[in-house]
């Protein structure tokens, strides 16, 4: 099966630091990954949609400057998390879906682990 | 705006016990539903999903969800539940012109007792 990973899967940063999280989708290529949010007890937040070759697409109130994302190849995506700071502590999930071709809204994304991450 | 309303928070059964896990979105444009489940301390997988034709869907591990367009539904139900569907279900939805975004539902953790 389509399998993405996410690393690190956990990572404890001082404030004020950049965090990168990278996440691949090891059997497959992607031209689109999602980056998603997850606060404890709480839902999935799309934060943004990463296009291998351009400029990722944030959902609104998600900074760009704050959450900087580079697809870098059609297995590749990271999200650096800039300056960090407490409030940023979250669980930071990927996802991706199989082909080259614009995603469909029908299509199955696969998603990562997470990444764990506390700010001090 | 779509949004994604799961009504339980959480829920606890016995073994054996059936299941219904309510899911009801907002958007009056076609849709494509999906039910993911995380198990403790794994990722997301999907369960089932529809997309047209037979509203209802059957999944993986017995799990089986109806659409019902006029109550803008898509519940999750199993005939009886096991200890190892412990885990927390999260409905979701895209709009079929939204490029795959996915919006989810708050979750719904499932305890099941032995």
């Known amino acids: 099966g389509a399998v993405v990973s996410q690393h690190p899967s956990r990572v404890i940063c001082k404030s004020g630091t950049s965090v990168k999280i990278e996440c691949r989708s090891l059997?497959?290529?992607?031209?689109?990954m999602f980056w998603y949010r997850q606060f404890p007890k709480q839902s999935l937040m799309l934060m943004a949609t990463?296009?291998?070759?351009?400029?990722?697409?944030?959902e609104q109130g998600v900074e760009k400057d704050k959450f900087l994302i580079n697809h870098a190849s059609l297995t590749l995506s990271t999200l650096t998390v800039t300056s960090a700071h407490p409030e940023d502590s979250s669980f930071y999930i990927c996802?991706?879906?199989?082909?080259?071709?614009?995603?469909?809204?029908?299509?199955?994304?696969?998603f990562g682990p997470g990444t764990r991450l506390t700010v001090l | 705006a779509q949004s994604v309303s799961q009504h339980n928070h959480h829920v606890i059964l016995s073994e054996a016990a059936s299941l219904e896990l309510g899911c009801n979105y907002s958007y009056g444009g076609t849709v494509n539903l999906f039910w993911y489940v995380q198990y403790p301390g794994q990722h997301l997988q999907l369960l089932l999903k529809?997309?047209?034709?037979?509203?209802l869907v059957k999944g993986i591990k017995g799990f089986e969800a109806e659409f019902i367009k006029s109550k803008f539904s898509f519940n999750l139900r199993k005939p009886s539940v096991q200890w190892s569907d412990t885990a927390e279900y999260f409905c979701?939805?895209?709009?079929?012109?939204?490029?795959?975004?996915?919006?989810f539902g708050q979750g719904t953790e499932l305890s099941v007792k032995p």
């Open positions: 996802s991706a879906q199989p082909g080259l071709a614009r995603i469909s809204g029908t299509d199955t994304q696969y």
């Open positions: 990463s296009n291998e070759g351009s400029k990722a697409t944030y």
């Open positions: 059997d497959f290529q992607a031209t689109t």
């Open positions: 979701a939805v895209n709009a079929d012109n939204q490029g795959g975004k996915l919006i």
């Open positions: 529809y997309f047209s034709g037979d509203p």
